[in-house]
């Protein structure tokens, strides 16, 4: 129960105005949405704990290609730290017009693409030799 209570004057008289409102209602939504809160930061917890223990390496990127997350295993791999790559365009780091025109396709179809021993030079790190990978491109839609 939610209680206001003001002084106030009534036909030359002073008179208390009290408002009496039930919030059940509100008070099981705010535990509702406290629990489904604690269980998302559970969850979202358990996911990096995977994403971070693969040796796979993992980026999301958002429809304009910029880094949104990586994993360690991409970190490690890209030749650059995790703050140097987030919000960077994945296609400005590592330039290649096929690979660009491949993720292009996969957001303008939203039909996931996959490759397997794709060879890949690194255009800003030439003392790499051309690196072989399999890729799995996978569109999340229009969520970021």
């Not at 406290?34 to 979202?44: K, N």
């Not at 919000?87 to 939203?110: C, M, S, W, Y």
Request: hydrophobic share 40%; proline share 3%; with cysteine.
């Amino acid at each position: 129960m939610e209680i206001h209570a003001s002084l106030l004057s009534f036909r030359e008289s002073e008179a208390v105005l009290v408002i009496a409102r039930d919030i059940t209602t509100r008070r099981q939504q705010e535990e509702e949405r406290e629990c489904l809160l604690q269980e998302t930061g559970q969850r979202a917890e358990v996911l990096n704990a995977v994403i971070e223990s693969t040796h796979a390496h993992l980026v999301l990127l958002d429809r304009s290609f910029r880094i949104v997350m990586a994993n360690s295993a991409y970190v490690e791999g890209s030749g650059y730290t995790l703050q140097e790559l987030i919000g960077q365009d994945h296609f400005k780091l590592f330039p290649n017009a096929e690979n660009e025109a491949i993720f292009q396709q996969v957001r303008a179809t939203g039909s996931a693409y996959n490759a397997c021993g794709k060879p890949f030079e690194y255009a800003d790190q030439p003392d790499r030799s051309i690196t072989y990978w399999n890729w799995l491109l996978n569109p999340t839609g229009n969520r970021l």
